[in-house]
């Protein structure tokens, strides 16, 4: 007598069951399951991946039974365990960030997701954790933040913005700095017509003829002075004006980078000094004419 039965879902269930086990076992994504119960002490670890073992030091033995509490310090972040409490209470998913702890007490700034998983009758009996060490990631995020912070507040103090052209699109971006000396807000027109619209009317056919003989087609960097009208209030500035044309392989230009600072008061003082030499000298020469008309015979003297 032969029996026979058609096993073919329970194979094709057990190669997915294996699959995802692979995958959770190679992934560098810390996996952690525990159970629901969410009554304190809090829910039980009943599962831990390779990749959570080595981004916090403990190994499966370490964690078994024990709730994720093991890896919070003094700087985890209680608004943020509330959050995540609240969510898990209603059967939410819940994401956020908080400082963590590895084994050897080492911080670390941990990513997480936290899903609910449900039986067929929609019962959770489960949370799973994906975690993601960010660490390096965040430094580097502070890091920048701090390099624009240095270098926003040189701007301020050297009068100094910057700006970036796309040639195509005639399009440029302007820093925050550069929208204050140029008096543009937001909402100004940030195209070539727009730009030479705040160029001094007396000054814009020399700046033509320069960016189009010297920067374009002699490819030369730009670096002239210059006069604006600020166009919030109509004020006339100088500026001295800094910037690098990019070009492709054909000699086309593509991009220009570079920076604009207001020089007036080192202009109007130039211009001062300027005054007082021929002033000076004014002076001198009427001195030397009343010596000679005084005295035209220097025998006599």
Same mark, same amino acid.
């Given at each position: ?226 006069? *604006?009208?600020?166009?919030? !209030?109509?004020? +006339? $500035? ?6 690098? /044309? =990019?070009? %492709? ?7 220009? *980078?570079?920076?604009?600072? !207001?020089?007036? +008061? $080192? ?6 000094? /300027? =005054?007082? %030499? ?24």
């Amino acid at each position: 007598i032969w029996t026979f039965r058609d096993i073919t879902e329970r194979k094709r269930t057990e190669e997915l069951l294996r699959l995802l086990g692979s995958a959770v076992d190679q992934t560098k994504e810390s996996i952690v399951i525990t159970d629901a119960q969410l009554d304190l002490p809090g829910p039980k670890i009943i599962f831990v991946n390779p990749a959570f073992t080595k981004m916090t030091g403990y190994n499966e033995a370490d964690v078994l039974g024990k709730t994720p509490r093991i890896l919070q310090g003094p700087r985890t972040d209680k608004a943020v365990l509330a959050r995540l409490r609240e969510n898990l209470e209603r059967g939410r998913v819940f994401e956020g960030q908080a400082v963590n702890y590895r084994k050897d007490g080492t911080e670390f700034i941990l990513e997480w997701q936290i899903a609910p998983l449900r039986n067929v009758g929609g019962t959770i009996t489960h949370f799973v954790a994906v975690q993601r060490d960010i660490t390096a990631r965040k430094l580097a995020e502070e890091a920048l933040q701090e390099s624009e912070a240095t270098l926003q507040e040189s701007q301020v103090i050297a009068n100094l913005g910057s700006y970036a052209l796309d040639v195509a699109s005639g399009i440029w971006r302007s820093s925050e700095v550069l929208n204050q000396l140029l008096g543009i807000d937001a909402a100004y027109e940030r195209s070539v017509a727009g730009w030479f619209d705040l160029i001094h009317p007396d000054n814009r056919a020399m700046m033509t003829a320069y960016f189009n003989d010297e920067v374009l087609d002699q490819h030369r960097p730009f670096n002239k002075e210059y006069r *604006i009208l600020r166009h919030n !209030d109509g004020a +006339e $500035r100088w500026v001295h004006g800094l910037g690098k /044309l =990019e070009f %492709d392989d054909q000699g086309r230009p593509l991009k220009m *980078i570079g920076t604009i600072q !207001d020089i007036t +008061e $080192r202009k109007l003082a130039e211009a001062a000094l /300027l =005054e007082s %030499d021929e002033k000076f000298h004014q002076l001198a020469d009427n001195i030397t004419d009343a010596f000679w008309i005084r005295s035209p015979d220097l025998s006599q003297v």
